[in-house]
């Protein structure tokens, strides 16, 4: 009689062993050098090793406020190397126009900082300053095609600013006027222009990688070589969506760069006592997808790791990640801490005045002007000249936000059917409601 041989799968066998008081570690059937070795598979080859870091903000739960200064960038961005030769390479008149966007995001968040806490203007909503992360949207956006798209996230004006968005329409926004990019509809979160691939800011923290996937997507099937890019901070990459989005690219070759902005703060709750990695960007480093972790505050890093990326996108070979190293100047939203003609927002509970005063002084505007400068490459006078017409042009547009018309009280039922415009009669007043549609 033949002998007959039973099987076991694996979680058989892992019952059968802990019956027995025996430990186990089930591993893959992947030989040591690389290649399979089981049989009936042929052709898999693990070509690329997954380097993980031994130092890093995250998967410290003793983290302390003032600890974010061990990571502080170098005082001055380096004037030689890979990065500064990619963004001295782009030309003078667009060093120059980077320069004049940074500036230009800088002065306008300052400038209404001011205002929401000064007593001339009564502006409410929430309000998510970028200040302090300025390298990070004009790198990016300095290597995109003016058609390409990007999803913004609640913190996302320096985006708008830096894909070449309109100045004067953001703060009539902020005012709530009719001549807004929402006509008054949206406030800070939810800027929208269409004309420049922007999809829009808005408030669901990790939308951004499912919208500019679908973007992206759509381009692919077009052919256009257009790509797509989901700007998202560090808290958002605990999301669900994070994961699933960049495999779905992954699987599907879909030409998506994956931007997070790293400012170590989450919400008020310290990256590193959430994220059980070193960084954000090893999150996904086993997709087999190229990942770039630079410094967030240098703009030639940022500019030379988006221009490789879009390089790899646009070749159909799929998404990558780029992970900044940043840090915000004021709180997560408003301005608690924050005074009229001062930086930074001071006597917060979850850092300490040092540590924003420290990385401050890493300013990515002062450190990319210094870069222009050592290189030979602008000179003090026609950074400054830039400085005072981003200064008249931001003055300007809140002159444009005060003396706009506030929306017609009608607007307020208006694009909310699918019908077509609806013509409200009648008003709710304090009374009563008597709101009758036509």
Excluded at 41 to 64: D, V
Excluded at 121 to 126: C, E
Excluded at 128 to 146: F, K, P, Q, R, S
Excluded at 259 to 281: C, D, F, G, R, W
């Amino acid at each position: 009689m033949s002998e007959q041989r039973g099987t076991l799968d694996r979680r058989s066998l892992l019952k059968l062993l802990g019956a027995t008081g025996a430990s186990a570690v089930v591993t893959s059937c992947g030989s040591m050098d690389g290649s399979v070795s089981a049989e009936g598979l042929t052709g898999g080859k693990f070509e690329k090793s997954i380097s993980l870091a031994t130092a890093g903000p995250g998967g410290n739960p003793n983290w302390q406020p003032g600890d974010a200064v061990k990571f502080l960038p170098p005082a001055d961005i380096p004037t030689s190397g890979k990065a500064a030769d990619a963004l001295a390479a782009a030309g003078n008149e667009k060093l120059l126009h980077l320069y004049h966007l940074m500036q230009t995001s800088r002065q306008w968040e300052t400038t209404m900082k001011d205002l929401f806490l000064g007593v001339a203007d009564k502006l409410y909503g929430a309000f998510h300053t970028y200040v302090g992360e300025e390298a990070i949207a004009v790198g990016v956006m300095g290597a995109l095609n003016d058609d390409d798209y990007i999803a913004s996230t609640h913190r996302g004006h320096g985006h708008l600013i830096a894909k070449g968005g309109d100045i004067n329409k953001m703060s009539a926004e902020i005012f709530f006027k009719e001549t807004g990019y929402n006509k008054g509809y949206g406030g800070s979160m939810h800027i929208t222009d269409m004309s420049k691939g922007i999809m829009g800011m808005n408030g669901i923290v990790g939308a951004s990688y499912y919208m500019a996937a679908g973007a992206a997507l759509h381009a692919m099937v077009r052919g256009s070589k257009q790509v797509g890019v989901a700007f998202f901070g560090d808290g958002a990459a605990a999301s669900p969506y994070y994961f699933s989005a960049v495999r779905s690219c992954a699987n599907m070759k879909i030409p998506v760069i994956f931007v997070n902005e790293n400012n170590l703060q989450y919400m008020h709750v310290p990256m590193a006592q959430t994220a059980p990695t070193k960084y954000i960007s090893e999150y996904t480093k086993g997709l087999d997808i190229p990942h770039f972790l630079v410094d967030g505050n240098d703009l030639s890093a940022v500019y030379a790791a988006t221009k490789e990326a879009v390089e790899w996108a646009r070749a159909g070979k799929g998404p990558s990640m780029i992970e900044g190293m940043t840090y915000r100047w004021y709180d997560h939203a408003g301005f608690a801490g924050g005074k009229v003609s001062q930086d930074g927002a001071m006597g917060l509970p979850y850092r300490t005045d040092d540590e924003v005063k420290q990385w401050m002084s890493r300013d990515p505007i002062t450190r990319y002007k210094k870069w222009l400068v050592a290189k030979g490459l602008a000179s003090d006078a026609e950074l400054s000249k830039i400085d005072a017409d981003v200064a008249a042009a931001v003055t300007k547009s809140v002159e444009y936000a005060r003396q706009s018309s506030d929306p017609n009280p009608e607007a307020g039922v208006l694009n909310t059917h699918a019908e077509g415009p609806v013509k409200a009669t009648q008003f709710y007043n304090r009374r009563n409601v008597v709101t009758r549609l036509t």
